[in-house]
């Protein structure tokens, strides 16, 4: 059934700007706790599906700075079962529920879910879908359910690899080659999905090890807008000059747009966050119906 708009929060919220929507999950026994926002200017022009990164951190004590000067979107910001808004624990104290959960299968089935509800808002507003870095690993499949009224994606620290390859890339730039060894050979063995190695259970890592990105990204006809960071602490540039070459050799419309000095988090030394740099060409991009790459990227 469609939902005239959203419904009131269910729960109390820290800001009155910024409401937790419960949006129904694959499965009945899980939920997933939405952040919503209205435009800030006007009616929306378009629909702003962002999906956060690893860990359990909800985005909703910096929602308000992060997403600031986005004037023109209506955005819901969904978050992982287990996973409370307005709470942001160290990845090392995410509990073992969401522990046990986590996987990106699971998420990104109730990721579908959710998003077929969000489908049904009115008004029906043209979509563009986002992933922070490991979220971006789930936005091929949410970007073919929703193909008919799609914008495109835009990937923030997201290389555009296979997943099991940019961790390898990630792991050896970080001098811990030796991890990616190790859990190769958890991966392979006999050991229970429910071992947690290396702060992930063993059923994470055996999803992450088969899991697509590249192709599924190269064959949306849609715009891909990278943004990057040059100083990124965790993926080295070759991961995202890869994912570069390949887009080259297909018909894939990517704008990578790379930042000189600004690390995984996209923010440089001198302070500037690059988001807010990003917000105005996602706004015009709903306005005028296409992606205006900017100068300073490349196609």
């Not at 629909?47 to 000067?69: D, I, K, N, T």
């Not at 006999?190 to 992450?208: K, Q």
């Not at 943004?227 to 995202?240: C, F, H, Q």
Request: net charge positive; with cysteine.
């Amino acid at each position: 059934m469609a939902l005239a708009r959203p419904l009131a929060a269910q729960q109390p919220s820290p800001s009155a700007i910024w409401q937790i929507q419960p949006l129904p999950a694959a499965q009945a026994d899980r939920q997933i706790q939405a952040l919503w926002r209205t435009a800030n200017q006007g009616p929306a022009l378009y629909r702003l599906v962002v999906v956060p990164g690893s860990g359990c951190a909800g985005m909703g004590p910096l929602a308000q700075r992060y997403f600031e000067g986005l004037q023109a979107a209506e955005i819901w910001i969904i978050h992982k079962p287990h996973t409370r808004p307005w709470v942001a624990p160290p990845p090392d104290q995410c509990g073992d529920g969401f522990v046990q959960y986590d996987s990106l299968l699971r998420w990104q089935t109730d990721a579908l879910a959710a998003l077929q509800t969000l489908a049904l808002q009115r008004p029906r507003l043209p979509l563009l879908l986002m992933g922070i870095s490991e979220g971006a690993e789930i936005l091929p499949a949410l970007a073919a359910q929703s193909a008919d009224g799609l914008m495109g994606l835009v990937l923030l620290s997201a290389s555009g690899l296979d997943p099991v390859r940019a961790f390898q890339l990630q792991l050896q730039k970080m001098g811990r080659a030796a991890v990616w060894s190790e859990l190769r050979a958890n991966v392979h063995s006999a050991l229970p999905d429910g071992l947690v190695v290396h702060g992930r259970s063993l059923r994470y890592w055996r999803g992450l090890w088969g899991w697509p990105m590249t192709e599924p990204l190269l064959t949306i006809k849609q715009p891909i807008l990278q943004v990057w960071g040059d100083a990124d602490e965790l993926m080295p540039a070759s991961a995202y000059q890869a994912f570069a070459e390949q887009s080259r050799r297909r018909t894939m419309a990517l704008c990578a747009w790379q930042w000189p000095g600004a690390n995984h988090a996209l923010r440089t030394p001198d302070g500037l966050q690059v988001q807010q740099q990003l917000w105005p060409v996602l706004d015009r991009w709903a306005r005028d119906g296409k992606l205006d790459c900017p100068a300073s990227a490349t196609r």
